[in-house]
């Protein structure tokens, strides 16, 4: 990650890592300033927050002292003490910060046992607000390829999901080449610091006097209309006295690239275009600005396109050599034209940026039986291969990247179609050996079909770079079954993948941010990694993008030439997401700023649901059910997805759970009449719930898993009813053979649901390993978690859909939940409870979760006829241990205790 410190940041550290930063035991670590480490170019005010560490029993903070000092030392802010046992949520209050500025940080906590500890000294910097910004858009002159809108999305939606071998179709033909801006200029005098700001409609790569300055695809994923985000790089070392050049290549990205199930292109716009202002502070106090305008030239260059879906080809015969060094002669290229768009959506950062979090040695490059060349990298990643090929001029290589072979080693071409191929190319300009890692793409992948290789090409010619939003890794999980190590790595896997620039249904066929798949996911999201700024932005676009009359979009950010709809259990993420980001972090301001949005959503669907039951509009039901019941054939079951079996259910469940979920959200906020009105309709729902759809023998309309499954979650029935409720829901798992059979968005309940009344069967579903279940993708040797339960046959030689969907990874909540135990008892976890559930088939569970607090270590074991545990937990937080002979209350710290089960 590109960090940037001023030279004070740097002298202040190297000092304080001379003194003791803690006294004794006593440890601060993973500060943050609005839940990022060292953020650069932020524009909301700072929000301090680090994490707390300890030996001692019963340790808590009493309270904290920040200091705050700006890049020439001069402190602008100091908190005083401030007693507190919280280490996070702490909001600047000293005086203005100034924009473009970096700044330094450091926190002292003092705990109860008379000791304090302090961090290093920690950078921070300022965006430039949108009135500051004189730069100009520069767009080249030439008009870009026509793109079809479609009058008729449905029909394109079909045609997509039709399958079968791509259409033969050249892309050149209908990719537009990336785009090439210059310019020099010259600085007379001394630099002191120089700061570059940029953003493109499109994404890019800036160049200063050679050197590529920018974050991996910036500006990355926002609902452009509304909301662009702009970077700061500090290119203070980058500048010198004399001819400097600036560079950047523009590509489509999101922003006019493919898009959508349907991959339609220019959806933001129809031409793309750079903004970028550098400010130079000369030593003599003086600064000028640099910023893009009329004098910058273009042309076209190397790649040939571009495109997040389709991939990329460089020729590299096409580069101009030279052309981002001083001195380059570009008087054949073309004057720019510039442009005026509303600066007042240009944003600062909100969340980490994409980057390469991991590089991999690829497994084996080998000649499948078909004779194919193929790369194995030996796990399904997101991300891009890099390079070095050696060979002619006019010679080109071709990457095709792909997700499984079969039983013997053939590449299956699972993603085909149209703009679908995630194929990169290079072209040699001369003899020789060439790097080559794709710039402006991303492609999810296990295996890659290369075609063009010279004789001698070998697996270390190849290096596979890793992409994702850089958050911090917060939990891990084992135990003594290592298929359920197996399977935590791979939902770790998919959950990365799959976060990059926004949260995303897949990383390859549709790249979308499927509002329901992360409202599944989210409760093991959080366990994993630390999202709460990368999913706090999302909601940034969320806001934006809800319809006057309160409808909230299945796909986020909209793609406005994508047919997109509302959908219970999609559009209920406004609430259900915000919601476990407080749960998990503890800080209601993410309830406060979704609140409005949180109303005006229930007020939507109350319009819909004039009898408290949602029965009106379009439903994705209980989404990707594995089987349709026999009895259910050809009655509804739209393309298998059981879309239309009980969907009026699902909807007012999901209606239900939204309400529960708004009492509590009011009643955090201090709402009480809210409160009141959302318990009342909660109850309402519930009445006319049990009334319409649930029968006197406690049967639904569809007999299906997911329908009891959602019943019981949301509390839609009466005490009379449960228990045939339940044995309706065994009735339909036996009629599966004990498998289960649920869909999107009954499956993050259904082992929950089981355990409070049949925990055998709750085991007997989490250690199914034949499909549909987790276990059965683990024994198939899976890396990621798949978007069908049932994608590859026992006899591996054949795969569909994606294998690369974390929506069913949501099981990850309940092993951390339920198998480890390690729940939260306040938000945040100022309480935890630990509650295992001591499932047969698990000798010991361990695992650890960083929390808003600090750490916490858990491990239990059975030990003959009881259980031994150890936990360790940080300061300021005090634990529940539920045993059979009743809680145990523990001060934070390390203990081992031992109880008879
Ligand atoms: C996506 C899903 C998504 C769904 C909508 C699919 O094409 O891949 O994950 O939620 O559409 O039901």
């Not at 690239?257 to 292109?265: I, N, R, W, Y």
């Not at 390469?356 to 291969?385: F, M």
């Not at 006019?394 to 194929?423: M, P, W, Y």
């Not at 209350?889 to 390390?894: E, F, H, P, Q, T």
């Amino acid at each position: 990650m590109k960090k940037e410190r001023s030279l004070l940041a740097v002298a202040i550290l190297l000092l304080s890592t001379l003194l003791p930063s803690a006294a004794g035991s006593y440890r601060v670590y993973s500060p943050k300033v609005n839940d990022m480490t060292e953020p650069t170019g932020i524009e909301e005010s700072p929000v301090f927050s680090w994490r707390l560490s300890s030996d001692a029993e019963g340790c808590s903070q009493t309270s904290y002292e920040i200091t705050v000092r700006d890049s020439d030392g001069k402190e602008v802010w100091s908190s005083g003490k401030v007693s507190s046992s919280r280490p996070f949520g702490v909001r600047y209050q000293g005086s203005p910060l100034a924009d473009n500025r970096q700044y330094c940080w450091k926190v002292t906590s003092y705990d109860n046992h008379g000791q304090s500890a302090t961090s290093d000294w920690n950078t921070f910097s300022t965006g430039l607000s949108s009135e500051k910004w004189t730069a100009q858009w520069i767009e080249i002159t030439e008009d870009r390829k026509k793109v079809e809108h479609s009058d008729n999305p449905m029909a394109a939606v079909f045609a997509s999901m039709g399958g079968g071998p791509a259409k033969p179709y050249v892309p050149e033909d209908e990719l537009d080449r990336c785009q090439y801006f210059r310019k020099e200029f010259n600085l007379g005098k001394k630099i002191k610091r120089a700061t570059a700001f940029a953003t493109a409609h499109g994404v890019y790569n800036l160049y200063i006097n050679g050197e590529c300055v920018s974050e991996i695809l910036a500006p990355g994923f926002t609902t452009y209309p509304h909301y662009l985000e702009y970077q700061r790089y500090d290119i203070t070392r980058n500048l010198k006295q004399g001819a400097n050049v600036i560079g950047a290549i523009v590509a489509d990205g999101w922003w006019s690239g493919k898009l959508g199930v349907t991959a339609v292109g220019n959806q933001y716009g129809d031409s793309n275009g750079l903004l970028c202002q550098i400010i130079v502070e000369f030593e003599d106090g003086t600064t000028q600005t640099i910023q893009t305008d009329g004098d910058f030239r273009w042309s076209y260059g190397a790649y040939v396109y571009a495109d997040i879906y389709e991939g990329e080809s460089f020729d590299a015969s096409l580069e101009p050599k030279g052309w981002k060094e001083v001195g380059f002669d570009d008087s054949s290229w073309k004057s720019v034209k510039t442009a005026s768009y509303d600066n007042s959506i240009l944003k600062g950062r909100l969340a980490p940026p994409v980057d390469i979090v991991r590089t991999i040695v690829p497994k084996r490059l080998y000649v499948s039986e078909n004779g194919q060349t193929v790369l194995d990298v030996g796990e399904n990643i997101v991300g891009r291969v890099a390079s070095t090929l050696t060979g002619e001029k006019g010679q080109r290589v071709t990457f095709c990247h792909q997700e499984e072979a079969d039983s013997k080693g053939n590449v299956l071409v699972t993603l085909n179609g149209k703009h679908k191929e995630q194929i990169t190319k290079f072209t040699f300009a001369e003899d020789g050996t060439f790097t080559y890692t794709p710039q402006f793409t991303f492609m999810g992948f296990r295996y890659v079909i290369i075609d063009g290789l010279s004789e001698g090409a070998s697996v270390d010619d190849f290096k596979v770079e890793v992409l994702n939003t850089d958050m911090d890794i917060t939990g891990g999980f084992s135990t003594s079954d290592k298929r359920f190590d197996r399977l935590q790595e791979n939902i770790l896997r998919s959950q990365s993948g799959n976060m990059l620039s926004i949260p995303t249904d897949c990383p390859h066929r549709e790249k979308a941010g499927w509002t329901g798949d992360m409202q599944i996911y989210a409760p093991t999201a959080t366990y994993n990694m630390d999202v709460k700024a990368f999913l706090a932005k999302w909601l940034t676009s969320m806001r934006y993008d809800q319809r006057e009359d309160g409808s909230i979009l299945d796909v986020i950010p909209r793609m406005p030439y994508i047919n997109q709809t509302c959908a219970a259990g999609w559009s209920d993420a406004c609430v259900i997401v915000p919601w476990r980001l407080y749960e998990e972090y503890g800080d209601p301001s993410v309830l406060e700023e979704n609140y409005q949005m949180m109303t005006k959503w229930m007020d939507y669907v109350s319009s819909q649901a004039p009898n408290y039951l949602w029965e009106n509009g379009f439903q994705y039901g209980d989404w990707s059910l594995p089987k349709t019941p026999d009895r259910y054939r050809g009655n509804g079951g739209f393309m298998g997805f059981g879309m239309d079996l009980g969907n009026k259910c699902v909807a007012t469940a999901m209606y239900a759970y939204s309400a529960s979920l708004m009492s509590k959200i009011a009643s955090v906020l201090g709402r009480s009449e809210d409160k009141d009105k959302y318990d009342t309709l909660l109850d309402n729902i519930r009445k006319a719930y049990i009334e319409n759809y649930l029968r006197e023998d406690g049967r639904l309309e569809f007999d299906m898993q997911g329908l009891y499954t959602l019943t019981l979650a949301m509390g839609l029935t009466d005490d009379r009813r449960r228990p045939a409720v339940q044995d309706h829901l065994l009735e339909c798992i036996h009629e599966m053979g004990d498998h289960l059979n649920t869909g999107f968005l009954s499956t993050p309940f259904l082992l929950d649901v089981l355990l409070s009344f049949d925990k055998e069967m709750a085991r007997t579903i989490l250690f199914d390993d034949d499909a549909p279940s987790w276990l059965y993708e683990v024994k198939m040797g899976a890396t990621t978690m798949w978007e069908n339960w049932m994608a590859i046959p026992e006899d591996h030689n054949s795969a569909r859909a994606s294998m690369n969907h974390f929506a069913y990874g949501c099981v990850g909540d309940f092993l951390y939940r339920e198998i480890l135990g390690l729940q939260k008892g306040a938000p945040g976890y100022e309480t935890i409870i630990v509650d295992p559930c001591f499932m047969e088939g698990f000798d010991f569970v361990e695992g650890w979760h960083e929390t808003p607090y600090g750490r916490i270590e858990l491990r239990w074991e059975k030990t003959g006829d009881g259980i031994r545990m150890d936990i360790l937990t940080p300061p300021s937080t005090n634990t529940i241990v539920r045993t059979p002979s009743g809680d145990k209350i523990l001060d934070s710290g390390k203990h081992c205790i031992s109880f008879a089960l």
